[in-house]
């Protein structure tokens, strides 16, 4: 929170300019500050510009029952989605341990039930942003089918369904027959799916590109090629940031917003942020006879955890999780699996040449929980990062967040999130 002897308008520098830092900005901005982003690339130049675009609310983390066994067994299959890359890491070996130690029952009901409500919560805000600040990013909001290949997938997604129902949301279970009627390029691969009515799906570039439009229209002054290197400290309390090349930006508040990096600036305050980058990758298909078929709305392959989204003249096909470090370097394999899963559920996918191939790095907290609240033992520092495969999903709702403890206009509704949960 901001010092009471601030003048009516303070002060706020954001760091990062990825989908969460702007969102942070645009709802502080809304809320009557002033802001700046210091963004040390260029804005989305993270995991923010080239994910799946799906607002996916609602699902569980990735800690569950039985996930570490699923994990070595996938870590030992070259084809599976999941690569941990083979190097002495000790901060990677630490968060997997740290990982395994959540995979339980109870932590899935209680992060569903912290989750599933913010999840709800983002989407209305959505509806809000894309009406309010005219945004055209091929929002859609007409849900995405969770398509299953094996009676084992389509029992996993009934059961994280089951989760999920008693939080408002209307998953619907869909025999084969019903799938291919509603959505016909899916090939006999396909048994079943569960279709969540709620999502929405959009071009995550022009999300973020409008949003950041948005929010300088509201006064945030966004500045890129800036590097933070640490959080001025006086008397206890944040007085701004330190830059790399020597300068200084005053504040009143600083939020840290910077994603998988970055995380230094925390651990200097005293407050170690257990997040890995955890890399995934997407291929662009174009939509044609010899490339990718017009789907109609966004499906994840559930067994191979690939998302395609269907966008104006593509297809985007997204998906793998890789611990390999805080680089992005593309691995030619991990590219090539998202085209043979894309094969294996619509067999009519061509030779077409990708138009675009990327990776990006998702910030995975160790317990599947966004890291979301003020940084505990110093006053006016604010974290959010975390948010692994739903940052795009909670931006909204986390921005909203941070503008209301930050500036202390509403309530904040931070609980299970805060950054001091790790000891
Ligand atoms: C393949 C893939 C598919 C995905 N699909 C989806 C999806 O469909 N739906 C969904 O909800 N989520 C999805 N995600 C996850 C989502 O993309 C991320 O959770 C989200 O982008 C994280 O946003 P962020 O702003 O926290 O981090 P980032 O986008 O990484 O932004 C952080 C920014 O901070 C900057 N920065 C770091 N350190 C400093 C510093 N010291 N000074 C200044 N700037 C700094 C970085 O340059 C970066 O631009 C996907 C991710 C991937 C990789």
Same mark, same amino acid.
């Given at each position: 929170?901001?010092?009471?002897?601030?003048?009516?308008?303070?002060?706020?520098? /954001?760091?990062?300019? +990825?989908? &969460?830092? #702007?969102?942070?900005?645009?709802?502080?901005?809304?809320?009557?500050?002033?802001?700046?982003?210091?963004?040390?690339?260029?804005?989305?130049?993270? =995991?923010?510009? +080239?994910?799946?675009?799906?607002?996916?609310?609602?699902?569980?983390?990735?800690?569950?029952?039985?996930?570490?066994?699923?994990? #070595?067994?996938?870590?030992?299959?070259?084809?599976?989605?999941?690569? /941990?890359?083979?190097?002495?890491?000790?901060?990677?070996?630490?968060?997997?341990?740290?990982?395994?130690?959540?995979? @339980?029952?109870?932590?899935?009901?209680?992060?569903?039930?912290?989750?599933?409500?913010?999840?709800?919560?983002?989407?209305?805000?959505?509806?809000?942003?894309?009406?309010?600040?005219?945004?055209?990013?091929?929002?859609?909001?007409?849900?995405?089918?969770?398509?299953?290949?094996?009676? =084992? $997938?389509?029992?996993?997604?009934?059961?994280?369904?089951?989760?999920?129902?008693?939080?408002?949301?209307?998953?619907?279970?869909?025999?084969?027959?019903?799938?291919?009627?509603?959505?016909?390029?899916?090939? *006999?691969?396909?048994?079943?799916?569960?279709?969540?009515?709620?999502?929405?799906?959009?071009?995550?570039?022009?999300?973020?590109?409008?949003?950041?439009?948005?929010?300088?229209?509201?006064?945030?002054?966004?500045?890129? $090629?800036?590097?933070?290197?640490?959080?001025?400290?006086?008397?206890?309390?944040?007085?701004?940031?330190?830059?790399?090349?020597?300068?200084?930006?005053?504040?009143?508040?600083?939020?840290?917003?910077?994603?998988?990096?970055?995380?230094?600036?925390?651990?200097?305050?005293?407050?170690? &942020? *257990?997040?890995?980058?955890?890399?995934?990758?997407?291929?662009?298909?174009?939509?044609?006879?010899? +490339?990718?078929?017009?789907?109609?709305?966004?499906?994840?392959?559930?067994?191979?955890?690939?998302?395609?989204?269907?966008?104006?003249? /593509?297809?985007?096909?997204?998906?793998?999780?890789?611990?390999?470090?805080?680089?992005?370097?593309?691995?030619?394999?991990?590219?090539?699996?998202?085209?043979?899963? $894309?094969?294996?559920?619509?067999?009519?996918?061509? @030779?077409?040449?990708?138009?675009?191939?990327?990776?990006?790095?998702?910030?995975?907290?160790?317990?599947?929980?966004? #890291? /979301?609240? *003020?940084? *505990?033992?110093?006053? $006016?520092?604010?974290?959010?990062?975390?948010?692994?495969?739903?940052?795009?999903?909670?931006?909204?709702?986390?921005?909203?967040?941070?503008?209301?403890?930050?500036?202390?206009?509403?309530?904040?509704?931070?609980?299970?999130?805060?950054?001091?949960?790790? +000891?």
């Amino acid at each position: 929170m901001v010092a009471a002897s601030t003048v009516s308008a303070p002060r706020v520098v /954001v760091v990062g300019g +990825g989908v &969460i830092g #702007i969102s942070c900005a645009y709802y502080l901005a809304r809320g009557g500050a002033r802001v700046v982003v210091l963004e040390r690339e260029r804005l989305g130049a993270g =995991a923010s510009w +080239g994910n799946a675009g799906t607002a996916t609310p609602g699902h569980p983390p990735l800690n569950r029952p039985g996930r570490v066994a699923q994990g #070595i067994r996938q870590m030992l299959d070259p084809t599976s989605p999941l690569y /941990v890359h083979p190097s002495w890491n000790p901060a990677l070996w630490r968060w997997l341990i740290g990982f395994a130690r959540y995979c @339980t029952q109870e932590h899935v009901e209680r992060a569903v039930g912290i989750m599933a409500p913010l999840g709800m919560q983002s989407l209305a805000l959505f509806d809000q942003l894309i009406v309010e600040e005219r945004i055209e990013c091929e929002y859609r909001r007409e849900g995405y089918y969770d398509v299953c290949a094996t009676e =084992a $997938g389509l029992g996993e997604a009934r059961h994280e369904a089951s989760l999920i129902a008693p939080h408002g949301y209307k998953p619907e279970t869909l025999d084969r027959d019903e799938l291919v009627r509603r959505e016909p390029a899916l090939g *006999p691969h396909a048994i079943g799916a569960v279709f969540h009515p709620e999502a929405s799906s959009m071009d995550p570039a022009r999300f973020l590109e409008q949003l950041a439009r948005a929010a300088e229209r509201r006064g945030v002054e966004l500045r890129e $090629g800036v590097e933070v290197t640490s959080v001025l400290i006086e008397g206890g309390r944040a007085t701004g940031v330190a830059l790399a090349g020597g300068g200084i930006e005053r504040a009143d508040a600083v939020v840290l917003a910077t994603g998988p990096l970055g995380l230094e600036l925390a651990r200097r305050l005293g407050t170690r &942020i *257990p997040v890995q980058p955890g890399k995934g990758y997407h291929r662009d298909i174009p939509i044609g006879p010899n +490339g990718a078929p017009h789907l109609r709305i966004a499906c994840v392959l559930n067994e191979a955890s690939v998302f395609c989204l269907p966008m104006e003249t /593509v297809v985007r096909f997204a998906g793998t999780m890789e611990f390999s470090g805080a680089n992005r370097v593309m691995r030619r394999p991990r590219l090539e699996q998202l085209t043979r899963a $894309g094969r294996l559920y619509f067999p009519k996918i061509g @030779t077409a040449r990708p138009v675009s191939e990327w990776c990006g790095l998702r910030p995975m907290s160790v317990d599947g929980l966004p #890291i /979301v609240g *003020p940084l *505990p033992g110093v006053e $006016g520092v604010s974290v959010a990062t975390g948010h692994g495969m739903l940052g795009l999903t909670l931006a909204p709702v986390t921005g909203q967040m941070i503008a209301n403890h930050v500036l202390a206009t509403g309530k904040a509704r931070l609980e299970g999130l805060s950054p001091g949960r790790f +000891g």
